[in-house]
Protein backbone atom coordinates (compact mmCIF):
# COMPACT_ATOMS: atom_id res chain seq x y z
CA UNK A 1 0.00 0.00 0.00
CA UNK A 2 1.47 3.42 -1.03
CA UNK A 3 1.92 6.15 1.42
CA UNK A 4 -0.49 8.03 0.37
CA UNK A 5 -3.19 5.48 0.72
CA UNK A 6 -1.83 4.69 4.51
CA UNK A 7 -2.26 8.32 5.10
CA UNK A 8 -6.15 8.71 3.65
CA UNK A 9 -7.35 5.24 5.33
CA UNK A 10 -6.95 7.67 8.68
CA UNK A 11 -8.73 11.30 7.37
CA UNK A 12 -12.11 11.58 6.57
CA UNK A 13 -12.91 12.19 3.34
CA UNK A 14 -16.08 12.92 1.97
CA UNK A 15 -17.60 12.93 -1.71
CA UNK A 16 -20.43 14.73 -2.37
CA UNK A 17 -22.04 13.23 -5.74
CA UNK A 18 -24.74 12.14 -7.71
CA UNK A 19 -24.37 8.82 -8.06
CA UNK A 20 -25.97 8.93 -11.95
CA UNK A 21 -22.98 11.37 -12.77
CA UNK A 22 -20.27 10.14 -15.11
CA UNK A 23 -17.58 11.84 -13.48
CA UNK A 24 -18.25 10.98 -9.85
CA UNK A 25 -18.53 7.23 -10.92
CA UNK A 26 -15.02 7.48 -12.55
CA UNK A 27 -13.86 9.47 -9.33
CA UNK A 28 -15.37 6.22 -7.16
CA UNK A 29 -13.36 3.78 -9.56
CA UNK A 30 -10.62 5.86 -9.09
CA UNK A 31 -10.76 5.65 -5.02
CA UNK A 32 -11.42 2.18 -5.25
CA UNK A 33 -8.28 1.25 -7.37
CA UNK A 34 -6.05 3.25 -4.33
CA UNK A 35 -8.38 2.17 -1.72
CA UNK A 36 -8.94 5.28 -0.65
CA UNK A 37 -11.98 5.15 2.08
CA UNK A 38 -14.40 7.65 2.31
CA UNK A 39 -18.25 8.47 2.85
CA UNK A 40 -20.51 9.23 -0.03
CA UNK A 41 -23.18 11.36 0.32
CA UNK A 42 -25.46 12.05 -2.44
CA UNK A 43 -26.61 15.36 -2.09
CA UNK A 44 -29.72 15.20 -4.06
CA UNK A 45 -30.96 12.48 -1.19
CA UNK A 46 -29.18 14.40 1.55
CA UNK A 47 -29.28 17.60 0.55
CA UNK A 48 -27.00 20.96 1.66
CA UNK A 49 -27.98 23.30 3.75
CA UNK A 50 -26.94 27.15 2.98
CA UNK A 51 -24.45 26.95 5.83
CA UNK A 52 -22.83 23.74 4.74
CA UNK A 53 -22.44 24.33 1.35
CA UNK A 54 -21.34 27.94 2.32
CA UNK A 55 -18.23 26.35 4.30
CA UNK A 56 -17.80 23.79 1.90
CA UNK A 57 -17.40 26.41 -0.91
CA UNK A 58 -15.24 28.41 1.60
CA UNK A 59 -12.74 25.61 2.07
CA UNK A 60 -12.10 24.96 -1.02
CA UNK A 61 -11.66 28.66 -2.08
CA UNK A 62 -14.27 28.38 -4.72
CA UNK A 63 -16.65 31.71 -5.25
CA UNK A 64 -20.64 29.80 -5.55
CA UNK A 65 -20.93 31.28 -8.96
CA UNK A 66 -17.24 29.24 -10.04
CA UNK A 67 -19.17 26.00 -9.61
CA UNK A 68 -22.40 26.90 -11.38
CA UNK A 69 -23.48 24.10 -13.99
CA UNK A 70 -24.42 27.06 -16.22
CA UNK A 71 -26.19 24.59 -19.04
CA UNK A 72 -28.63 23.14 -16.79
CA UNK A 73 -32.44 24.01 -17.02
CA UNK A 74 -32.20 24.94 -13.62
CA UNK A 75 -29.84 27.83 -13.67
CA UNK A 76 -32.12 29.82 -16.25
CA UNK A 77 -35.15 29.38 -13.38
CA UNK A 78 -33.04 30.27 -10.56
CA UNK A 79 -32.67 34.00 -12.63
CA UNK A 80 -28.38 33.96 -11.42
CA UNK A 81 -25.51 36.27 -13.51
CA UNK A 82 -22.25 36.79 -11.99
CA UNK A 83 -23.41 39.88 -10.09
CA UNK A 84 -25.97 37.60 -8.32
CA UNK A 85 -25.16 38.26 -4.76
CA UNK A 86 -23.26 35.20 -3.16
CA UNK A 87 -26.05 34.10 -0.72
CA UNK A 88 -28.20 34.22 -3.48
CA UNK A 89 -26.63 31.77 -5.70
CA UNK A 90 -26.35 29.78 -2.82
CA UNK A 91 -29.94 29.85 -2.03
CA UNK A 92 -30.54 28.66 -5.82
CA UNK A 93 -27.63 25.98 -5.38
CA UNK A 94 -29.70 24.51 -2.63
CA UNK A 95 -32.93 24.55 -4.30
CA UNK A 96 -31.76 23.61 -7.32
CA UNK A 97 -28.77 20.83 -6.30
CA UNK A 98 -28.62 20.38 -10.27
CA UNK A 99 -27.00 23.22 -10.61
CA UNK A 100 -24.02 22.58 -8.63
CA UNK A 101 -21.23 21.42 -10.25
CA UNK A 102 -19.79 17.77 -8.57
CA UNK A 103 -18.01 15.79 -7.35
CA UNK A 104 -16.39 17.61 -4.42
CA UNK A 105 -14.30 16.11 -2.14
CA UNK A 106 -13.92 17.30 1.98
CA UNK A 107 -10.74 16.55 3.61
CA UNK A 108 -11.05 18.23 7.06
CA UNK A 109 -10.46 21.85 6.61
CA UNK A 110 -10.22 21.55 2.70
CA UNK A 111 -12.48 21.06 0.10
CA UNK A 112 -12.38 20.66 -3.78
CA UNK A 113 -14.29 20.50 -6.87
CA UNK A 114 -12.99 17.13 -8.49
CA UNK A 115 -12.73 18.39 -12.15
CA UNK A 116 -10.94 16.57 -13.26
CA UNK A 117 -10.55 13.63 -11.00
CA UNK A 118 -7.18 13.79 -10.33
CA UNK A 119 -7.89 16.71 -8.26
CA UNK A 120 -8.83 15.03 -5.54
CA UNK A 121 -5.66 13.38 -4.83
CA UNK A 122 -3.74 16.62 -4.37
CA UNK A 123 -5.79 17.10 -1.26
CA UNK A 124 -5.01 13.43 0.76
Same mark, same amino acid.
Given at each position: ???? +?? +???????? #???? =?????? %??????????????? $? #???? !?? =??? *?????? /?????? /? $??????? %?? *? =???? /????????????? !???? #???????? $???????? %??? /?? %???????? !??
Amino acid at each position: MSMN +AQ +ASNKMNIT #VYEK =PTCTTC %RKLNKLFEEKGIDRK $R #VNYF !IE =PFT *EQKLSK /LLKKAG /L $RPFDVLR %RN *E =PEFK /LAGLDKDSPDKEI !IAAM #VKYPSIIQ $RPIVEVGD %RAV /LA %RPIEKALE !IL
